[in-house]
């Protein structure tokens, strides 16, 4: 019985081992459609404080540069059509889909994803008209890396006016530096500090802007970079 045992326990560790995740050099012959089963056995071997920068690296892995994500900058939400936006992207190139999210998620809206990443890259950083909407076309924020943006600043101030029309103030108030693109609402930082992202049209006036503080309104407000660690501090 022992001899028994002892063959049960070395079937299961044969099949055990067929399981675990395959070699580097397997993983790349496999790298443009990763198994199910590589993801699961990956995630579970991830310890809590890695979730983060695990799923910004699997998206990363999974987009392949191909996405593009956009934030409304004029017009209502319910008139954005996913049809209409891939239509007008394919400006830049052969469009695969455009996705509008429920809800935005730190202000942005929604991403149309190319069939090439050169024709993503082309289309960054851009304002683009549909109708009575305006959308500004950027990374999203789990792309970022310790490079900053070079055409972004970020904003922060407790005491910027928590009205309808913050963006217009901002929009208004940057453009004095140089064409402002856009303004992104990130949310609330600690329960009070309201956070944005302008960006510039071109990247002297984010240049000449980070490290400083400016008043807006008799409100103080500090200029950051825009990279990963900032972000997401």
Wanted: overall charge positive; aromatic content about 10%.
């Amino acid at each position: 019985s022992k001899r028994a045992s002892a063959s049960s326990n070395d079937n299961n560790d044969s099949s055990d081992s067929s399981s675990s995740p395959s070699s580097p050099r397997q993983r790349s012959d496999t790298e443009s459609s990763p198994s199910p089963s590589s993801d699961v056995s990956s995630s579970a071997s991830r310890s809590p404080d890695s979730n983060y920068g695990s799923l910004r690296n699997q998206t990363r892995f999974n987009n392949y540069g191909r996405r593009v994500y956009f934030a409304l900058q004029k017009g209502a939400r319910y008139e954005l059509v996913e049809k209409q936006i891939e239509t007008v992207f394919t400006a830049f190139g052969a469009v695969k889909c455009a996705r509008i999210y429920n809800r935005p998620r730190k202000g942005i809206d929604g991403f149309i994803e190319f069939l090439c990443a050169n024709s993503a890259s082309a289309s960054l950083n851009r304002t683009v008209v549909m109708g009575q909407c305006h959308i500004v076309t950027l990374k999203d924020w789990s792309e970022l890396t310790e490079v900053p943006e070079p055409k972004q600043i970020l904003l922060e101030s407790r005491y910027l006016p928590h009205v309808y029309e913050k963006e217009m103030v901002l929009r208004s108030f940057f453009n004095k530096f140089g064409c402002v693109q856009g303004v992104v609402f990130l949310g609330y930082k600690g329960g009070d500090l309201q956070r944005f992202v302008i960006i510039f049209r071109d990247s002297e006036p984010a240049l000449d802007l980070i490290g400083s503080s400016v008043k807006i309104l008799s409100s103080t407000v500090f200029i950051k970079e825009v990279t990963d660690k900032t972000v997401h501090e």
